[in-house]
Structure formats: structure tokens, C-alpha cells
């Protein structure tokens, strides 16, 4: 009896992105591929049952403390070199427990969002201790060499520019498709503002700036002078995400409702209908995490992009600054100017609406989910000389 097709997605919770974009392909499967089989496993939990939260924890706290530190380890790691090998080759799971998924789950295909499970599916493999074809999603616009393994069959990638990166790895050109990164169906469809706006309880016709620092609340207090500030010569509204940061939502409750401002300030915790919020919104400030980015662009929804964390935030801002969609900025100062300066200017939002819509990319997470099968029924396992041709350089 022939085995029911079945995708195994393998994410990790550094960060909201990797979740994203698994999601996005379940749905996605769900919806155009009701036959397949699939499940995600957090990566992390799984080989990590004891210890995820902690790192989980640790991990954000070092990104936001010394994100000088964590930049210069991600450049030092972005190329094929002697320290990223080594870097690489620090096992971070366990054998046992990631063959105990594979036996348990039985699956025909596996995509891998997060680079250490990535990693890990490539060392089974070398190792001759699985076959199952191995699909990595790369979830930012840039390359690094911790996505780069051997063992993968096929690398789905956000943009040809990451594409003609990946190409210097020497892996073969047929094993990296252009897909755009994987997004929920929500944010692909056509939405009526204003009708938005009436259900949200916001004003129809006010400049309306959506304001999110990812899943984590890490923008907010930055805005207290913005708002605070004469120099808005007609009220704005705006729309704070502030993700699963409890505290931050709170303060902003407290310190921006009634009358200390003039303008409508509504805040919000973690939600499930960001792709709304961006439908409304005539512009938002947030952290260019490359599942943010691209839903924004999805959207047509300009972008104002605030201190970007060296790495691969810094690699999406440039991206993004370079397509004329967002505008950067790298600290409150310029975060106030700028943002006084588009909302008193709307031919500069013009303009930057304009470029996001010249530059979208088709974002229909249909072209991840073809390639992600293709590469089970159309691509023969990688041989170890072919392995060994791009592993070693």
C-alpha cells in the first residue's frame, strides 16, 4: 500500500519569522493539498524539551543588549570560511532524538524554516541515516552560511539577489528557486480600508501609522516624544502592536490615553489580525524582520524602519531602502524627523507607496508550496560527490 504523502515542517521560536512561515506553508497545504499530511515541530522543543525557553530567553535578551556583539559573530559567519565551519560543526542536537522524530512522524518530505534544523536534517543525511528530501525555506533576504548545508535538496529563497548569493556556495542552480518568502493567505487579498477602519474603531479619514517591534513589543517607548510633540500640525492615529510585551502595553495605556495626547492611540497585545491592521494603515514603523517585510509588501504598505539589528535585519532594511520602499531610521531623533516629514508630506508616502508597488513581488505562498513538492518527484537524491563538491568549496 503506497504511503499517504506527508510534510514534516521543522521551525525553532528564535524570533517570530521561522513560526510565520511555517504556518503559512500548514495553511497552505491545508487549503491546496488536502490529501497531504502535515505537522509542525518546533525544532528547538523537541531536541531541546528542558532547555528551548531558556535559551529562547537568553537569546533575546543577548539581541537586545549586545547587538554590536551578536553583528559582528553574523558577519564573521555570513561567508564560507574557517570559523564558520567550525561554527558549523558544533552539534547542537541530538542524534537520538531527531531519528525518533523521523520514525515517529514517517514523513514523504520535510521543510526546515530554521537553520539548525536545517543543519540537523543535512547531518542525517551525510550520515546515511535518512533519504527523506529536505527543503530549506530561507526566511530572510540575505544569505549566511548557517542556512548552507549539504544535505539539502532544495533551497527556497525570497529574492534573485539571495539566489545569485547561494549560487557562490557552489550549489547548482536547479536546487535554488525564487519563491518570494512564504506569508498566510490573509495577507494576499484585497481589503476595503475604510470599511476596515469602522471595524476597528478607527477614524476614516486621519493618517493612521501602524507601529510593531515583532512578536516581542520591541518599539514603543521611542514614540513618547513623537506624540507629545507640536510639530504634528493635524492629528494622526495610531495603531501600537505590542506583541507578547504584557509591560510595554500597559505603559502605553497608561501614558498615552485621553487627553495626554491629541491624537488616537489605540494598543494592542499579541493579535491575530495584523494583516487588517496593515490593510488599514497608511504607513508602519517596525523591525524589518523578513516575515514583517514581507507581508507589508504584500500589502503595499510603505514602511519606516527602525534600528535595524546588525545582521540580518540590517540586510533587510538595505534590501528594502534600495527597492525606494521603506526609509531607515537609527534612533528616536530621526525616527520623530522622518516621520514628521512624510506625514506633512504626502507626496514622499506617495512615492514610497508607488516604489512598494513597483517592486511586490508576487508573494502567493502557491509558489512555495510547488516547489517544496516538485523537489520529492522531479529531484534525485544528492550524491556524496555532489555533496562533497559544494560542502568543501
Given at each position: 500500500m503506497k504511503?499517504?504523502?506527508?510534510?514534516?515542517?521543522?521551525?525553532?521560536?528564535?524570533?517570530?519569522?521561522?513560526?510565520?512561515?511555517a504556518?503559512?506553508?500548514?495553511?497552505?497545504?491545508?487549503?491546496?493539498?488536502?490529501?497531504?499530511?502535515?505537522?509542525?515541530?518546533?525544532?528547538?522543543?523537541w531536541?531541546?524539551?528542558?532547555?528551548?525557553?531558556?535559551?529562547k530567553?537568553?537569546?533575546?535578551?543577548?539581541?537586545?543588549?549586545?547587538?554590536?556583539?551578536?553583528?559582528?559573530?553574523?558577519?564573521?559567519?555570513?561567508?564560507?570560511?574557517?570559523?564558520?565551519?567550525?561554527?558549523?560543526?558544533?552539534?547542537?542536537?541530538?542524534?537520538?532524538?531527531?531519528?525518533?522524530?523521523?520514525?515517529?512522524?514517517?514523513?514523504?518530505?520535510?521543510?526546515?524554516?530554521?537553520?539548525?534544523?536545517?543543519?540537523?536534517?543535512?547531518?542525517?543525511?551525510?550520515?546515511?541515516?535518512?533519504?527523506?528530501?529536505?527543503?530549506?525555506?530561507?526566511?530572510?533576504y540575505?544569505?549566511?552560511?548557517?542556512?548552507?548545508?549539504?544535505?539539502?535538496?532544495?533551497?527556497?529563497?525570497?529574492?534573485?539577489?539571495?539566489?545569485?548569493a547561494?549560487?557562490?556556495?557552489?550549489?547548482?542552480?536547479?536546487?535554488?528557486?525564487v519563491?518570494?518568502?512564504?506569508?498566510?493567505?490573509?495577507?494576499?487579498?484585497?481589503?476595503d480600508?475604510?470599511?476596515?477602519?469602522?471595524?476597528?474603531?478607527?477614524?476614516?479619514?486621519?493618517?493612521?501609522v501602524?507601529v510593531?517591534?515583532?512578536?516581542?513589543?520591541?518599539?514603543?517607548?521611542?514614540?513618547?516624544?513623537?506624540?507629545?510633540?507640536?510639530?504634528?500640525?493635524?492629528?494622526v492615529?495610531?495603531?501600537?502592536?505590542?506583541g507578547?510585551?504584557?509591560?510595554?502595553?500597559?505603559?502605553?495605556?497608561?501614558?498615552?490615553?485621553?487627553?495626554?495626547?491629541?491624537h488616537?492611540?489605540?494598543?494592542?497585545?499579541?493579535?491575530?489580525?495584523?494583516?487588517?491592521?496593515?490593510?488599514?494603515?497608511?504607513?508602519?514603523?517596525?523591525?524589518?524582520?523578513?516575515l514583517?517585510?514581507?507581508?507589508?509588501?504584500?500589502?503595499?504598505?510603505?514602511?519606516?524602519?527602525?534600528?535595524?539589528?546588525?545582521?540580518?535585519?540590517?540586510?533587510?532594511a538595505?534590501?528594502?531602502?534600495?527597492?525606494?520602499?521603506?526609509?531607515?531610521?537609527?534612533?528616536?531623533?530621526?525616527?520623530?524627523?522622518?516621520?514628521?516629514?512624510?506625514?506633512?508630506?504626502?507626496?514622499?508616502?506617495?512615492?514610497?507607496?508607488?516604489?512598494?508597488?513597483?517592486?511586490?513581488?508576487?508573494?502567493?505562498?502557491?509558489?512555495?508550496?510547488?516547489?517544496i513538492?516538485?523537489?520529492?518527484?522531479?529531484?534525485?537524491?544528492?550524491?556524496?560527490?555532489?555533496q562533497?563538491?559544494?560542502?568543501?568549496?
Open positions: 504511503q499517504r504523502d506527508k510534510l514534516l515542517i521543522l521551525t525553532g521560536s528564535l524570533g517570530d519569522g521561522h513560526n510565520k512561515a504556518q503559512a506553508i500548514l495553511e497552505a497545504t491545508r487549503f491546496y493539498k488536502p490529501g497531504v499530511e502535515v505537522k509542525v515541530v518546533d525544532f528547538l522543543e531536541t531541546h524539551p528542558y532547555l528551548h525557553s531558556v535559551g530567553y537568553c537569546y533575546m535578551q543577548w539581541v537586545k543588549s549586545l547587538p554590536s556583539v551578536y553583528g559582528y559573530l553574523y558577519r564573521k559567519t555570513r561567508e564560507d570560511n574557517t570559523f564558520s565551519h567550525m561554527f558549523k560543526k558544533m552539534k547542537s542536537f541530538s542524534t537520538d532524538r531527531m531519528l525518533e522524530l523521523l520514525h515517529e512522524e514517517k514523513p514523504t518530505e520535510v521543510v526546515c524554516t530554521f537553520p539548525g534544523a536545517a543543519a540537523a536534517m543535512s547531518y542525517l543525511k551525510c550520515n546515511g541515516l535518512t533519504t527523506v528530501p529536505t527543503v530549506t525555506v530561507m526566511t530572510d540575505t544569505d549566511h552560511s548557517y542556512w548552507i548545508h549539504p544535505g539539502t535538496d532544495r533551497y527556497l529563497v525570497g529574492a534573485e539577489h539571495v539566489k545569485q547561494l549560487l557562490r556556495y557552489r550549489i547548482p542552480e536547479q536546487r535554488i528557486v519563491t518570494g518568502i512564504p506569508i498566510r493567505m490573509p495577507f494576499t487579498r484585497e481589503y480600508r475604510m470599511a476596515l477602519r469602522d471595524k476597528h474603531g478607527l477614524h476614516r479619514d486621519m493618517p493612521t501602524l510593531m517591534g515583532g512578536g516581542h513589543g520591541l518599539i514603543g517607548k521611542q514614540f513618547k516624544s513623537v506624540l507629545q510633540s507640536d510639530d504634528l500640525a493635524e492629528p492615529q495610531f495603531v501600537f502592536v505590542c507578547r510585551n504584557e509591560k510595554l502595553k500597559l505603559q502605553l495605556e497608561e501614558e498615552l490615553s485621553g487627553e495626554k495626547t491629541r488616537h492611540v489605540k494598543v494592542t497585545g499579541f493579535v491575530d489580525h495584523v494583516h487588517e491592521l496593515m490593510a488599514l494603515s497608511d504607513l508602519i514603523v517596525t523591525k524589518p524582520g523578513g514583517t517585510i514581507s507581508e507589508a509588501l504584500a500589502l503595499e504598505l510603505p514602511m519606516m524602519l527602525y534600528k535595524p539589528i546588525p545582521g540580518q535585519e540590517q540586510a533587510n538595505k534590501y528594502l531602502v534600495g527597492l525606494g520602499a521603506a526609509i531607515e531610521v537609527k534612533n528616536a531623533a530621526e525616527l520623530k524627523n522622518q516621520l514628521l516629514a512624510i506625514i506633512a508630506n504626502q507626496s514622499l508616502l506617495s512615492k514610497l507607496k508607488h516604489n512598494v508597488k513597483l517592486h511586490q513581488q508576487n508573494q502567493d505562498v502557491l509558489h512555495t508550496l510547488n516547489a513538492f516538485e523537489t520529492r518527484h522531479h529531484f534525485v537524491p544528492l550524491t556524496e560527490g555532489m562533497l563538491a559544494y560542502a568543501n568549496g
